[in-house]
């Protein structure tokens, strides 16, 4: 097995046959509130490979440029060795979580324009939001990477809301994460339930990792229904 150079919440990198690769492998372990809460999900890990790989074929067909280069196996791909910008990239379409506690607006509340976040990625402090100002002045971007990043978010957020919709599923929002790659930003992570809200179109059944965080039940059931869906899109 190859060296392993990073061990992540739900996912594990090992070094790829040259420098310009990692292979990544995704874990059945799954998380929330900053790791406190965890469980073994078997099976997720697969679930989650299929879900994000099927996205970054149709979004790299659509244009944007991720990590992916190829599948390994049913749960472990081959990505472009990028350096990972830790600024997490999130997209909004309807309230829901944080931004409905933050800022008092029920869930399920459609927003008038979607909006895009900024937040540190760092477990230690807990994900904390921060602007682009900031950003530039701490020096985790520069502001042409910024706005190269919300100018992909607000592509990317269009395709997905194409895709979910024919699928019946609602975007309500989701989080990206971006590297640097020759020069350039490309996607990186995952694109999954872990980190969408999905809500069933007619129902707003969640079809997301909210039920785990807030004991829902049949989180893989869920995971399984939008894998499903995907696959028989036309
Ligand atoms: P919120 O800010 O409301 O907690 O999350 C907004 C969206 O981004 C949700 O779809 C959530 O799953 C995703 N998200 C936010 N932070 C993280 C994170 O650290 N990891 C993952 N996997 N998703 C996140």
Redesign the pocket.
């Known amino acids: 097995m190859e060296r392993i150079l990073y061990v992540g919440k739900?996912k594990v990198i090992y070094e790829g046959a040259d420098d310009k690769t990692v292979t990544i492998g995704y874990k059945d372990t799954t998380t929330a509130f900053n790791g406190e809460k965890k469980q073994e999900l078997i099976g997720k890990g697969k679930l989650n490979a299929a879900i994000s790989n099927f996205i970054y074929k149709y979004l790299t067909e659509n244009g944007i440029e991720t990590h992916l280069i190829e599948e390994v196996d049913t749960s472990s791909i081959t990505a472009k060795r990028a350096e990972i910008i830790q600024v997490?990239v999130?997209v909004?379409n309807v309230a829901?979580?944080?931004?409905s506690a933050k800022y008092g607006v029920p869930e399920g509340t459609e927003l008038r324009n979607s909006t895009v976040e900024f937040?540190i990625?760092s477990d230690t402090l807990g994900?904390p939001m921060v602007n682009a100002s900031q950003i530039t002045a701490i020096g985790l971007a520069t502001a042409d990477e910024l706005n190269e990043m919300s100018q992909m978010a607000v592509k990317i957020n269009e395709l997905l809301c194409e895709l979910f919709t024919n699928v019946g599923i609602r975007l309500?929002?989701?989080?990206l994460e971006f590297g640097r790659y020759d020069g350039r930003i490309i996607l990186c992570d995952e694109i999954s339930p872990?980190?969408?809200?999905l809500w069933e179109i007619g129902t707003d059944r969640k079809l997301?990792?909210d039920r785990f965080r807030r004991d829902l039940g049949n989180v893989l059931g869920a995971y399984k229904e939008v894998l499903r869906r995907l696959e028989n899109v036309k």
């Open positions: 739900t997490e999130i909004r829901a979580g944080c931004f937040c990625k994900d309500i929002d989701f989080k872990d980190s969408c809200r997301d990792k």
